[in-house]
Each structure stands twice: as C-alpha cells, then as structure tokens.
C-alpha cells in the first residue's frame, strides 16, 4: 500500500469521517467496503463522489475512509466534506470551485437537545382544558 497523500477530516450532525488519500486508480473504501457496498442509495454514492467529479479526479486517487457516528445521511456529508477538503489541501486552485459549489462548507445543523418537563426537543404534552 502507497503512503497516504493526505488525511483529512470531515464532519456532518453526528456523523465524523477521516479521509485518507493516495495515489491510485479510484477506489474508494468506507469502513473496509466498497462504496457502493455501504452506501446503498446511489443519491448517498453522487453526494460522496461530487467533489471528484466537479475537479475531474475521478479515477486518480485510492480514498480509504473510517466514518463514525450518525446516520447513512449524515455520514455520506461527511465523507463529501472530507473528500473536498482533501482535494484543496492537494491542489489549492480546487478551492474557488469547491468554494462556489458549496462543499467547503461545514453545515452546523444538529439535532436540538431535549428540553425537562417536554417530550422531544420541542414538543410538549397534550393541553387539557377540564
């Protein structure tokens, strides 16, 4: 196995993934599976593989990643972040098409922590008049 690249890490609500890059020929393995092994949806694998597809890396680099915490969802905007971030930190002209493109940003929603005396978040129990 070739020496990493790069490592980076990217993160989405519970969701954390550590990216690592290296010279290859576009595989890409998450927790030990293949991509579409573990991601079932095929809208989850685009999300993942568009920083590639927008830089036209597609096939030059082997991306092995360890993702932990969070849903599929969740994990799959990880992974998308970890990738983008990775791709500048290797050629920084990347960075003002990733930039425009939306994928250097982190999103910063999560879930809204319970409330005492509530049900969820938000939701309380049903007002009896009498």
Do not use: C, W
Request: proline share 2%; net charge positive.
């Amino acid at each position: 196995m070739s020496a990493p690249i790069t490592q980076t890490t990217g993160r989405r609500k519970r969701a954390t993934a550590r990216v690592i890059f290296r010279e290859g020929s576009g595989t890409i393995t998450v927790n030990g599976k293949g991509i579409d092994e573990y991601f079932s949806s095929v809208a989850q694998t685009a999300e993942v593989t568009h920083p590639l597809r927008a830089t036209g890396k597609l096939e030059e680099y082997d991306i092995s990643a360890k993702i932990i915490g969070g849903g599929l969802s969740g994990q799959a905007g990880a992974l998308k972040l970890g990738i983008a971030r990775a791709l500048v930190e290797i050629n920084p002209d990347f960075r003002a098409k990733l930039k425009a493109e939306r994928m250097l940003t982190r999103d910063s929603r999560k879930k809204e922590s319970k409330k005492y005396g509530l049900k969820k978040a938000r939701k309380a129990s049903q007002y009896s008049k009498r």
